[in-house]
């Protein structure tokens, strides 16, 4: 039989309490990183088409269209479209998923399934408009515009949900 003084006790009984703070700390970050990856899985499974290209992002159509499935973590929720592009968020003030955009002219945002899901916008391109358009018979709609000028709208209310293409001019 082995004896321990109260002092070892106590150093193995601190060291068994930081060992378990540590390890129930750890599944945290890994069930985070699980649940990104479901969420991407899961946003592929509803929009085929494209591919993963990192941890948060799918590209359709060779890198034309990115969408960013959740946001980094720690960061505010801000318009935070990269220099380049144009976005848009599947929610008012700048909710994720974001898809963004670069290509000049008429794209059909039902192509990667975003159709009727726009709610905030931003621009991010050193010239041009971007019209987000609804399809209304023989004539399309512009609900709203963001450009050069008008660079964000936390909020397209009330064409919220509306956009089924987006025009972009003056590239």
Same mark, same amino acid.
């Given at each position: 039989?082995?004896?321990?003084?109260? !002092?070892?006790? &106590?150093?193995?009984? @601190? $060291?068994?309490?930081? @060992?378990?703070?540590?390890?129930?700390?750890? +599944?945290? %970050?890994?069930?985070? &990183?699980?649940?990104?990856?479901?969420?991407?899985? &899961?946003? @592929? $499974? &509803?929009? +085929?088409?494209?591919?993963?290209?990192?941890?948060?992002?799918?590209?359709? =159509?060779?890198?034309?269209?990115?969408?960013?499935?959740?946001?980094?973590? !720690?960061?505010?929720?801000?318009?935070?479209? +990269?220099?380049? *592009?144009?976005? #848009?968020?599947? /929610?008012?003030?700048?909710?994720?998923?974001? !898809?963004?955009?670069?290509?000049?002219? *008429?794209?059909? @945002?039902?192509?990667? /399934? *975003?159709?009727?899901?726009?709610?905030? %916008?931003?621009?991010?391109? !050193?010239?041009?408009?971007?019209?987000?358009?609804?399809? $209304? /018979?023989?004539? =399309?709609?512009?609900? #709203?515009?963001?450009?050069?000028?008008?660079?964000?709208?936390?909020?397209?209310? +009330?064409?919220?949900?509306?956009? =089924?293409?987006?025009?972009?001019?003056?590239?």
């Amino acid at each position: 039989t082995m004896h321990t003084s109260p !002092g070892q006790r &106590a150093v193995v009984l @601190l $060291a068994t309490s930081l @060992l378990l703070l540590v390890t129930s700390a750890t +599944p945290t %970050a890994a069930s985070a &990183a699980i649940r990104i990856q479901d969420t991407v899985a &899961a946003y @592929l $499974a &509803a929009n +085929p088409g494209g591919v993963q290209i990192n941890t948060t992002e799918i590209a359709y =159509d060779g890198g034309q269209m990115i969408v960013t499935v959740a946001r980094t973590t !720690g960061t505010l929720a801000t318009a935070d479209c +990269p220099s380049g *592009w144009f976005c #848009f968020y599947d /929610g008012i003030n700048f909710t994720y998923p974001r !898809g963004r955009l670069q290509g000049c002219g *008429w794209q059909d @945002l039902g192509r990667w /399934g *975003w159709r009727n899901r726009v709610e905030s %916008a931003h621009y991010n391109m !050193g010239s041009g408009t971007a019209g987000f358009l609804n399809e $209304a /018979g023989t004539t =399309d709609q512009v609900l #709203f515009t963001v450009s050069t000028t008008t660079r964000t709208r936390a909020d397209v209310s +009330p064409n919220r949900n509306k956009a =089924d293409y987006v025009t972009r001019t003056n590239c």
